[in-house]
């Protein structure tokens, strides 16, 4: 018996390798070997890689799809406490003051911690493998907790980066308040949150502290930028925080443009197109991640590709409360045309489930239907956004995204043994349009197998969920807040 040359960690043989390397190279009989370190060493045909490497565990992947982890770009994590709490009924501009304001002033640190394992356990059984949370984890340590305990890589920010909170106008349409010189939409949010900053001196205090977790490249949980957005934000905060950004090298991500509230109370303040504005202010880069961006002008769009920003399409959370990124959004169309497009999943409430399989497919069936053209956008461009257009919205475009020699090992294995997956006929589309997040069988992230034949290999799944029924009951009940079983009216039919 010959000796192989080299040693892995992990191969992993007999898979379709969909590398999302910039040729789009599909290796039908392929082999991935993994390194000790969480380095993907190598990936190629089946028999030369074994012939390669002798590994201390081989997973055959019996001809299934294999593929890099999705990167979910926006994400409140904090939020799976209270997911199906917000009636349909309510409207958007009523949710921060009726629910979620009282929700930050009632939510513990533990209640944070099992919120984010939720929502980790989530994504990974859903073939994600790496978030950026939005900046709205009060204690920022809990997200790092629970990512490290379940295993997932994350790019956490500080909390509610703002200075000017009363100026949050997501999805509220009132008219121009007088008395505010920075900002249209003064006075709009009446709820104070106790443990978020209240002015610009507490915000800067805050900023950047995220930042110290970068100081080992290969980290699992890292730090950016966030600052929240939609009117919260001075032009004073939002260019000292893209300078705090630039100067460590990540990802300033914020929300932009989400409701036609928010973006007319930005366009009133700026006084022209609020993506012009940042454009000509220097605010408008490479490093900046939009999330949503659902309301662009031309002229936006314009600004927006020769900056090079990314933008995190939430899909769902549009559709969810009604906000029109289906129709008026401009994603599918930048995307088309060389933008940096991302995928977000947003919160429990607003899409209600963490599965970027789900979001890339309402992305490209969305363009597809507003666009009347089936080829305006196809699988492709949906596992593209989900994986390398995500790993450079959150800033590690080096490191995750494809499969590649050098890269991080965050793999999803699917199964053929599923009906979707049955006859394998084209199993891009088979993937894409059938099966799905339904197919994930193994997960393996950094080198680590975390998720194996669809269960954790470290987590007591069954304990863990009654934990979180048992906190989030309990956080509810401290809110005053009660969740009646069928309370739901019968739908309106007619006058
Ligand atoms: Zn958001």
Same mark, same amino acid.
């Given at each position: 018996m010959s000796r192989k040359p080299e040693t892995a960690e992990l191969l992993i043989r007999h898979a379709y390798v969909i590398t999302m390397d910039d040729s789009a190279t599909i290796i039908e009989n392929g082999a991935v070997a993994v390194s000790g370190e $969480?380095? #993907? %060493?190598? @990936?190629?045909?089946?028999?030369? #890689?074994?012939?390669?490497?002798?590994?201390?565990?081989? #997973?055959? &992947?019996?001809?299934?799809?294999? /593929?890099?982890?999705?990167?979910?770009? /926006? %994400?409140?994590?904090?939020? /799976?406490?209270?997911? $199906? @709490? %917000?009636?349909?009924?309510?409207?958007?501009? *009523?949710?921060? *003051?009726?629910?979620?304001? /009282?929700?930050?002033?009632? @939510?513990?640190?533990? *209640?944070?911690?099992?919120?984010? %394992?939720?929502?980790? !356990?989530? !994504?990974?059984?859903?073939?994600?493998?790496?978030? !950026?949370? &939005? $900046?709205?984890?009060?204690?920022?340590? !809990?997200?790092?907790?629970?990512?490290?305990? @379940?295993?997932?890589?994350?790019?956490? $920010?500080?909390?509610f980066i703002w200075d000017q909170p009363q100026g949050f106008s997501q999805g509220k349409n009132e008219t121009r308040d007088e008395g505010c010189a920075t900002c249209a939409a003064q006075a709009r949010l009446h709820t104070v949150l106790e443990r978020a900053p209240k002015t610009r001196a507490e915000a800067l205090s805050v900023l950047g502290t995220q930042l110290q977790r970068n100081s080992d490249p290969d980290a699992l949980v890292t730090g950016h930028v966030a600052v929240l957005g939609l009117g919260t934000a001075s032009e004073e905060l939002m260019m000292t925080a893209k300078a705090c950004a630039d100067a460590a090298k990540v990802t300033l991500n914020i929300h932009q443009s989400y409701s036609p509230a928010d973006t007319e109370a930005d366009r009133q303040r700026f006084g022209k197109d609020p993506l012009v504005h940042l454009f000509e202010t220097g605010f408008l880069d490479r490093n900046v991640t939009f999330g949503h961006a659902n309301h662009l002008t031309d002229a936006e769009c314009e600004v927006l590709l020769d900056r090079g920003t990314s933008i995190a399409w939430a899909p769902a959370a549009s559709m969810m409360w009604g906000h029109g990124s289906a129709l008026h959004g401009r994603h599918a169309e930048l995307w088309r045309r060389g933008a940096s497009i991302g995928l977000g999943s947003d919160s429990p409430n607003w899409s209600n489930d963490f599965d970027l399989w789900r979001q890339s497919n309402l992305a490209v069936m969305t363009a597809r239907d507003v666009k009347m053209d089936r080829t305006y956008l196809v699988a492709e461009d949906g596992i593209y956004m989900a994986t390398r257009g995500g790993a450079r919205a959150v800033g590690l475009e080096t490191s995750i995204g494809s499969l590649e020699a050098g890269k991080r090992a965050d793999i999803v294995i699917h199964t053929l043994d599923r009906p979707e997956m049955v006859p394998s006929t084209n199993m891009i589309r088979n993937l894409f349009y059938a099966s799905r997040s339904k197919s994930v069988h193994t997960v393996i992230i950094d080198g680590r197998v975390i998720l194996e034949q669809g269960r954790f290999c470290a987590l007591d799944e069954v304990e863990i969920y009654a934990e979180v029924r048992k906190a989030s009951a309990a956080l509810l009940s401290r809110m005053g807040h009660t969740v009646a079983p069928n309370a739901v009216p019968r739908p309106r039919r007619g006058a």
């Open positions: $969480g380095r #993907i %060493l190598a @990936v190629g045909d089946d028999a030369e #890689i074994s012939a390669r490497y002798a590994a201390s565990r081989t #997973i055959d &992947a019996k001809g299934a799809p294999v /593929h890099p982890g999705f990167v979910e770009c /926006h %994400l409140h994590a904090s939020y /799976h406490l209270f997911r $199906g @709490v %917000l009636p349909d009924q309510l409207v958007e501009s *009523d949710s921060f *003051d009726t629910f979620e304001g /009282h929700f930050y002033n009632t @939510v513990t640190d533990e *209640d944070e911690y099992l919120s984010v %394992l939720l929502a980790c !356990m989530e !994504m990974v059984r859903n073939g994600t493998t790496c978030f !950026m949370e &939005a $900046g709205t984890v009060l204690t920022p340590e !809990m997200a790092a907790r629970a990512a490290r305990q @379940v295993g997932v890589r994350a790019v956490l $920010g500080d909390a």
